[in-house]
């Protein structure tokens, strides 16, 4: 699997590459802009970005690799989605593996990782104060991310990661309601990380995971969805 994809400029001025499509398109499902079962029709996307509708397709082949998207025969591209119980699953996947990354990075950090970390917080709650939430989606994934990264088993990292953009196709519950901006769950983590208390560390990131799992909410699945029409017009940016 391949690293998380960062957020390119958006001031690019020459034609969009497939890999520029695919990072666009992986962080507008990251970030909860496109949700499950939204339709990704080829010809649009080729249209709003200016490309052949081979590159939009490529593009496509690879988020399916990531399972973010379904390729259905005669139907085309769809955002893919979860079903309540999967999504159970890999919140309970993410919790042994967190656990097991806190325990270790709790005796290696840093003061100068500790203080990344922080900054990485201290944005956060900025976009948070905001109401930035796309962007407040894609920085709380950073924490976890980022304290993955600091571990030294490259294959809990690696869980991490695929595990995280996962949680994005259970469109049962929304990050409004997340307890994320109600409380400081990143940095009271972090806290116990830093003076080396593994164990309150690990059940501050459990009780933290608990919480947004129990934000999942069947209900929520039933909210109408935006088009990948309007999507494009709103908020990812175009080539044009
Ligand atoms: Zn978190």
Redo the contacts with the bound molecule.
């Keep these: 699997m391949s690293d998380v994809p960062h957020r390119s400029g958006s001031k690019v001025r020459a034609k969009p590459t497939e890999d520029f499509i695919y990072t666009e398109l992986y962080n507008a499902i990251c970030e909860r802009q496109l949700l499950p079962d939204t339709k990704l029709g080829e010809v649009l996307l080729a249209e709003h970005y200016g490309v052949s509708r081979t590159i939009i397709r490529q593009a496509l082949m690879r988020l399916s690799g990531d399972r973010l998207v379904k390729l259905e025969p005669n139907r085309g591209a769809f955002v893919a989605r979860l079903t309540l119980e999967e999504a159970r699953q890999i919140y309970a996947a993410w919790r042994l593996v967190e656990a097991e990354i806190i325990r270790e990075v709790s005796t290696t950090i840093t003061p100068e990782q500790v203080a990344r970390l922080r900054a990485l917080i201290a944005a956060e709650r900025q976009a948070c104060e905001a109401e930035d939430y796309p962007l407040l989606t894609r920085l ?1 994934t950073q ?2 991310i980022q304290l993955a990264d600091l571990c030294s088993n490259p294959f809990l990292s690696r869980f991490i990661k695929e595990l995280i953009p996962q949680t994005s196709l259970a469109y049962f519950y929304e990050v409004r309601k997340m307890p ?1 901006c109600t409380k400081d ?2 940095g009271e983590i972090l806290d116990f990380i830093a003076v080396g208390d593994a164990e309150a560390a690990v059940a501050a990131a459990k009780a ?1 995971l608990d919480g ?1 799992e129990a934000a999942l909410d069947a209900r929520a699945a039933l909210e109408p969805k935006a088009s990948l029409a309007d999507k494009l017009k709103s908020r990812m940016p175009s080539m044009s």
């Design positions: 709380s924490f976890h994320l769950e990143h933290h947004i």
